[in-house]
């Protein structure tokens, strides 16, 4: 995509975050907490402990994730009360499948909302502050798939931006939002710490060697193909 086209995109972009932002406003939620990721299935599984030690913490609070569709079936669980899926690439450039979503994201009337995904996106940011809720948490993130421009221009529309080193562990990450909510860490939190080294992990009883099974990838490049030649399958 050439630097013209992102930059219409951009302008664009403002446009009808605006236009939005003048009918969807923000109003009192109900006992409901919106988590909004935009990322992958990766990313939605490693938060998990972190949202059930939210889940924990605000019992008389529902649940609602919105995710990818890919990682949607990963978040039916008891976990969360109800799942928004929305398809990225036409959420990004249909702007009538936005209204829908948004809608359909303003009708739960959360009170909180957390935008979980440290490398925010435009259409992250869009969701959260347009969700409706009092309170709309966020990291600062980084620059890596965010204009700084919008990025800075979108933080205004936040109740609460939290700071988190860009090469920080994610359990820390998650850890500082925590304090920010007054949710104590601890207890399913530290199953965050996972990256543990190879004799740390044997002191722990850990096995030395691992099966790794992965369910799928939200890109196309990370997933095996669907059909394995005989000799890769006899291999596998």
């Known amino acids: 995509m050439s630097e013209s086209i992102r930059w219409i995109k951009r302008m664009m972009d403002r446009i009808v975050f605006s236009l939005f ?29 972190f949202v059930r030690n939210l889940k924990e913490h605000f019992r008389d609070h ?9 990682a949607a079936p990963l978040a039916q669980s008891d976990l969360f009360d109800s799942v928004v899926p929305f ?41 959260a502050v347009l969700s409706g ?19 800075r221009a979108n933080d205004r529309h936040y109740s609460d931006i939290v700071h988190a080193d860009d090469h920080s562990p994610e359990s820390e990450k998650y850890r500082l939002l925590l304090e920010k909510l007054g949710v104590p860490s601890g207890g399913e939190l530290e199953k965050l710490k996972g990256s543990l080294g190879m004799s740390e992990g044997r ?32 291999r596998s």
């Not at 529902?62 to 890919?70: H, I, S």
């Not at 499948?97 to 940011?125: A, E, M, N, V």
């Not at 709309?136 to 990025?151: C, K, L, S, T």
């Not at 992965?214 to 394995?228: D, E, N």
């Open 203 to 234: 002191e722990r009883g850990l096995p030395e060697k691992a099966i790794v099974l992965t369910p799928g990838g939200s890109s196309a490049l990370r997933r095996w193909p669907g059909r394995l030649r005989g000799r890769d399958r006899r």
């Open 133 to 151: 809720a009092e309170r709309v948490v966020a990291f600062d993130g980084n620059d890596e798939i965010i204009h700084p421009d919008m990025r």
């Open 62 to 70: 529902r649940l609602v994730l919105v995710c990818r569709d890919a």
């Open 21 to 49: 932002g003048l009918f969807f406003r923000t109003r009192k939620g109900a006992n409901t907490i919106l988590v909004v990721r935009t990322d992958g299935i990766g990313d939605l599984v490693f938060s998990l402990p």
């Open 87 to 127: 398809h990225y690439m036409q959420y990004r450039w249909n702007y009538f499948y936005r209204l829908i979503i948004i809608s359909r994201i303003r009708t739960f009337t959360p009170s909180y909302t957390l935008y979980l995904s440290y490398h925010r996106q435009h259409i992250g940011d869009e969701m």
